[in-house]
């Protein structure tokens, strides 16, 4: 089985953080292009919830009170104005309306703002690194819904957009796998593996010893397996990590088909995030060539070459 996608995948990213001035004080910024040649490589979904709530540019900040998003959405928390106005009913239908055009259009994935009350995810506060009441109302939402959640802040680092593109891939991929039949179960297990095992070695070992012994799983039990390595996938890997799986995989395809790379520098070797990062992707795109599978991206994007472009899979990741 080979594993590739060749249709551009649909990203829903807060608007004020694709060049959309929509922030309270009118203020926003671009991280995607960050990306360089990239970036064109996905489709943008730019939304901003307290926007399409009907609250304008400039408005007053919000804020919850009471409890996280999570309690917004039980009753248990509320959402005010500065001034004291209770805002929950505009923000139901803010949060609703963007959740409904993400649906429509098919996206899983979304690049949010950290910090904000509303697109924050794991904070909702951006003063002095202060956690707030995560999640904030539209990511509770997001969260609830089982969206790849990327945070806008990593698209400046060239090391973790790596993680986060290769993990996408695959989750993308993988989402829309039948997982239905035991040898197809165990063909994708085998692309999926050695990235699962980078991630979470006891979690990947505890999956790879249900399939090895696919015998004793009902059909009925093939949806949850899908989703512990959906949500496995969702989860970033570390750099030391990243680090050492590039030397194995590196050593392995040097021993097994001899490929060969300047670029790779041996483990110990003393360099940055941004050196490592160019090493893989240059691994990444050799491999892709040689139609050979790199266990650390296993799924791969075909974008097709515009004239007078040489063919590659992926990369155009520009030093941020
Ligand atoms: S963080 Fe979300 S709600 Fe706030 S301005 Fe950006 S897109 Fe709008």
């Not at 599978?293 to 994007?301: D, E, R, S, T």
Request: one cysteine or more.
């Amino acid at each position: 089985m080979e594993g590739f996608i060749d249709t551009k995948i649909g990203i829903g990213i807060s608007a004020c953080q694709f060049g959309g001035r929509v922030r309270y004080n009118g203020k926003g910024q671009d991280v995607t292009r960050l990306l360089g040649r990239e970036r064109s490589d996905f489709i943008w979904h730019p939304l901003c919830p307290e926007v399409m709530s009907g609250m304008g540019v400039p408005r007053v900040p919000v804020s919850l009170r009471g409890g996280n998003g999570d309690d917004f959405w039980e009753g248990r928390a509320e959402v005010k104005s500065r001034e004291g106005e209770n805002l929950g009913e505009w923000m139901r239908k803010g949060c609703a309306s963007c959740l409904d055009t993400l649906a429509r259009s098919g996206v899983r994935a979304f690049v949010f703002m950290e910090g904000s009350p509303s697109c924050g995810v794991y904070r909702t506060s951006l003063k002095n690194k202060r956690l707030g009441h995560p999640p904030g109302i539209f990511g509770s939402l997001l969260l609830r819904e089982g969206f790849f959640l990327i945070p806008a802040q990593d698209l400046q680092s060239p090391i973790k957009w790596w993680d986060w593109r290769r993990r996408l891939f695959a989750f993308v991929w993988l989402s829309d796998q039948a997982f239905a039949a035991p040898s197809e179960i165990v063909e994708i297990w085998h692309l999926l593996k050695f990235l699962c095992q980078e991630i979470s070695r006891a979690q990947a070992d505890e999956i790879g010893r249900r399939i090895a012994d696919m015998k004793s799983l009902s059909n009925r039990e093939y949806p949850g397996l899908k989703k512990e390595i959906l949500d496995l996938l969702r989860r970033p890997s570390e750099v030391r990590r990243i680090k050492q799986a590039l030397w194995k995989h590196y050593r392995f395809l040097n021993k097994r088909f001899g490929i060969e790379s300047e670029a790779v520098r041996m483990p110990d070797d003393e360099r940055g995030v941004s050196k490592i990062a160019s090493e893989l992707l240059s691994l990444e795109i050799l491999t892709s060539r040689e139609g050979l599978l790199f266990g650390a991206v296993p799924i791969h994007y075909r974008r097709a070459p515009s004239a007078g472009e040489p063919e590659l899979d992926s990369g155009g990741n520009e030093e941020a």
